[in-house]
């Protein structure tokens, strides 16, 4: 069995944690090709895929940066929804950009927490939903295309 290491990043929907590094949630383009932000390496990112409660999840990691480019798509989001998000210093927290937290915020979303298998085949995150809904975690698999 392959243990995982909790992992920092900024806020993130629905956010997805991969390896023992903070990342920024990964932004998809059409026909899933990365668009990546500003300030992002040129490095190619670990992409992974997961789904939860109807909402798909895609997530391009930079290792390197620690950062992670997010998308979310599905119903209960109301369509699309991406963002970045970082590793806060403690390992495990997340951090997100402003437009993702406002979105997340907005559909009474939290993320609590990320984190990665060791060998960076899954990720996971710690998500809060609302009206009742509780705590999920959301297992991304690592995706090769």
Request: no cysteine.
């Amino acid at each position: 069995m392959t243990s995982a290491t909790p992992l920092a990043a900024h806020n993130m929907d629905l956010l997805v944690v991969v390896g023992a590094l903070a990342w920024q949630p990964a932004l998809l383009g059409p026909h899933g090709a990365s668009r990546m932000p500003a300030g992002m390496s040129s490095e190619t990112p670990l992409r992974y895929d997961g789904a939860l409660m109807g909402v798909k999840a895609s997530i391009l990691l930079y290792k390197r940066n620690e950062q992670a480019v997010i998308n979310l798509r599905g119903v209960p989001l109301g369509g699309t929804i991406r963002g970045t998000a970082w590793f806060a210093k403690d390992g495990f927290k997340v951090k997100l950009d402003d437009k993702l937290t406002r979105a997340l915020g907005w559909r009474g979303v939290a993320i609590e927490g990320a984190g990665a298998f060791h060998d960076y085949s899954k990720v996971w995150v710690l998500i809060k939903l609302p009206l009742g809904l509780g705590r999920h975690t959301m297992s991304l698999d690592r995706t090769y295309s």
